[in-house]
């Protein structure tokens, strides 16, 4: 199970009956990401709730709604100016507004839909960098794991979901969310 099959450019990966079987169907990962979303997760600074969308869309992009997550320390907002920096010398940066650390950059995500990629049905709190696709622990560590071929002459892991290289240093990202705030 799991076998990835070559044929000079298109990779195809062999899924058994009894891996299919411990991978979620589509239902159980939109019960998933309904219960991301059922929590309401709250941008810190706008204070508003924030969606993870199902694929992403040019509409969802500048929406208030859409969630980001700071990659150096994985908290979960929605977009906003407050704490970029222009002027540092090593590029833009991000200053979250919860813990204060800087990160290099922010990643949109967004819902990885395809069932056979999934290893598991566990809680959907990872995702790949830099594509921003949500997927649970061992399904973010099975793929960073695996090189595909990359070109003629070298092999790199990449997203199952958009087939994105995957960054070498931090292959993905622990999402923490500000979510059931109405909740007692």
């Known amino acids: 199970d799991g076998t990835l099959i070559d044929l000079c450019g298109a990779t195809l990966l062999w899924r058994t009956a009894e891996g299919l079987t411990k991978s979620p169907c589509r239902s159980e990962l939109e019960s998933r990401l309904n219960e991301i979303n059922a929590g309401k997760p709250q941008c810190p600074v706008n204070l508003n709730t924030l969606i993870i969308p199902r694929k992403k869309s040019a509409k969802s992009y500048g929406s208030s709604r859409q969630p980001y997550v700071y990659l150096n320390c994985g908290h979960v907002q929605g ?3 407050w704490g970029k920096n222009d002027k540092s010398e090593s590029g833009i940066l991000y200053k979250c507004p919860i813990c204060l650390v800087d990160s290099s950059k922010i990643i949109q995500l967004v819902m990885g839909m395809e069932s056979a990629f999934h ?3 566990d809680t959907l709190d990872y995702a790949f960098n830099p ?3 949500v997927a649970s622990l061992s399904t973010v560590r099975y793929w960073s794991r695996i090189p595909l071929p990359h070109g ?3 092999f790199h892991p990449v997203c199952p979901f958009c087939t994105s290289l995957l960054s070498m ?3 993905y990202v622990r999402l923490i969310f500000q979510d059931h ?3 007692s």
């Open 181 to 183: 705030c109405s909740d």
């Open 169 to 171: 240093d931090k292959p």
């Open 131 to 133: 594509c921003g696709h």
């Open 152 to 154: 003629t002459s070298s």
């Open 119 to 121: 290893l598991d049905s």
């Open 79 to 81: 977009k906003h100016a």
